[in-house]
């Protein structure tokens, strides 16, 4: 298949993602293909995306957005982790805390010195080599590369911000540069003589769009993909049980922790993110599990503060469309497949798409087999993200309830078992390229979970005891003497 080449490009849908990728697009590609964005106002978007991981400040730097600016128009603070509370069991807690942890020598992780000094008695905690952990839970934070005057790295870091507030944002820089957009909403799709191929979008009042390439936005709706060509949506409910959200902000809370709160509950999981004016709350839940009355009795009797709007219901299906390009149709964020936000992952994952489709963006004429690389690693990612999140259900203790019961019983894809096995029994890990998470991500929630390798590498042996209790206790002391010396988090965000 090869058509011709790609000068108009129109772009179905606002909100972060559309302008997101407007922005990108438009940064990325050459000025002679025009790049339009169609939205209606009277369509609302989802909407609550306020937590991202810590690619989102290469992606503000990349389109000449200054953190400062950045920080004042959407209400930001930092991130420096997830704190998973009552996840293994209740009344218990662990972060995945972004950056290193501890320090890696060639051929032999950090983890595997740890692994050893656990089992010959050592009672020190895998976080406590953490410099975000340390920082996150003493409310500090400093935006530097390396714990001065030395090679460690600094905090590694992400954002909450207000969704609809970042939008805004892209909007005005996508404009800025030459994006059109237009108001209206879609009332028919002119296909065109090629099959899978779209020739334009007419608007409810007879307008008419046309274009060579368009991308889908359109959130769960999915209007051009779905909709229009017809591509199937995969399931994966029976890997990830929870099938609705209800979300609604509160009050700000003080001090505001730099982090994200993930809070277990007896048939899903709530989150809090502190943003600057308010708090972002919601609780994803299974509905086999807990009819709305139930889950929104809990939310609200668990809020951090007074309610500021009236709570918003948001059905979901987890999974992913079958190929998210087809034709001249590409889809991304939510037209394209839906992870719950557990590991904030929603706003990340329409950066890579946009990446991804300018990497192989057609230099000419669409063709096959750029089309199938793209769906491959789009595949590939989205897998990788479900297998991460699945880890979080299936790794729990509890008992208290069916829903947990039911996590912890279940089958789980033949890649995520083939990885818990091998750190439980080595401390090892699968090699695998252009992961998402990396292997001090995994370890922070296998280990927060109750994996304990029985095993680690023989290099750890290397060192002697005393030379080995030395290495740790230097090591905590650096991060103590670290994070002691750093502003509160509140000086960020001034």
Request: hydrophobic letters at 40%; proline letters at 5%.
């Amino acid at each position: 298949m090869e058509t011709g080449n790609i000068g108009n490009i129109v772009i179905l849908g606002g909100g972060t993602a559309g302008w997101m990728t407007a922005a990108l697009l438009r940064r990325a590609l050459p000025e002679k293909i025009s790049i339009t964005l169609i939205e209606s106002d009277q369509i609302g978007t989802v909407g609550v995306g306020e937590a991202t991981i810590p690619p989102i400040r290469q992606l503000n730097q990349v389109l000449g957005i200054d953190e400062r600016e950045f920080l004042r128009e959407t209400q930001g603070t930092a991130k420096l982790g997830i704190m998973f509370e009552g996840w293994r069991v209740n009344g218990e807690s662990y972060m995945h805390a972004f950056g290193p942890v501890g320090k890696n020598f060639p051929f032999c992780d950090f983890h595997h010195y740890w692994a050893r000094a656990r089992i010959e008695g050592d009672g020190s905690d895998y976080w406590d080599y953490s410099l975000n952990y340390q920082a996150a839970i003493a409310g500090k934070f400093s935006a530097v590369s390396k714990i001065p005057a030395t090679n460690f790295s600094g905090l590694s870091y992400a954002y909450h911000f207000d969704a609809g507030l970042y939008a805004s944002l892209l909007r005005r820089h996508a404009e800025a540069k030459g994006v059109l957009r237009i108001e209206g909403k879609v009332g028919d799709v002119l296909n065109s003589s090629r099959r899978d191929f779209l020739a334009g979008l007419q608007l409810e009042d007879g307008r008419e769009v046309c274009g060579d390439l368009f991308v889908d936005c359109s959130g769960f709706a999915g209007l051009l993909i779905g909709q229009s060509l017809g591509v199937r949506y995969l399931s994966w409910d029976d890997w990830l049980p929870c099938d609705r959200a209800i979300a609604v902000p509160s009050s700000g809370v003080a001090p505001i922790p730099p982090f994200t709160r993930s809070i277990a509950h007896d048939a899903g999981w709530q989150w809090q993110i502190p943003l600057q004016h308010r708090t972002g709350n919601g609780l994803v839940f299974s509905s086999t599990h807990w009819d709305d009355d139930q889950a929104l009795s809990v939310l609200m009797r668990n809020l951090p503060g007074e309610p500021l709007a009236e709570p918003k219901i948001i059905p979901f299906k987890t999974g992913c469309r079958e190929k998210q390009w087809q034709g001249n149709v590409v889809s991304i964020g939510l037209s394209s497949g839906f992870l719950e936000p557990l590991e904030s992952t929603s706003i990340h994952l329409i950066q890579t798409g946009v990446t991804r489709l300018i990497n192989f963006f057609p230099h000419q004429k669409i063709c096959d087999e750029e089309i199938a690389e793209f769906n491959r690693l789009s595949r590939l990612e989205l897998e990788s993200v479900r297998d991460f999140i699945i880890l979080h259900y299936k790794l729990n203790e509890r008992r208290d309830s069916s829903f947990w019961q039911d996590c912890a019983s279940m089958d789980v894809p033949d890649s995520l078992h083939r990885k818990i096995e091998l750190f439980r029994k080595t401390g090892k890990f699968p090699k695998e390229a252009d992961s998402l998470f990396s292997d001090s991500a995994w370890l922070q929630v296998m280990i927060g979970q109750g994996v304990r390798p029985k095993s680690y590498h023989p290099a750890a042996g290397d060192l002697t005891e005393k030379q080995l209790r030395a290495f740790l206790q230097g090591m905590r002391a650096m991060i103590g003497s670290s994070v002691e010396s750093m502003p509160p988090h509140a000086h960020f965000i001034l």
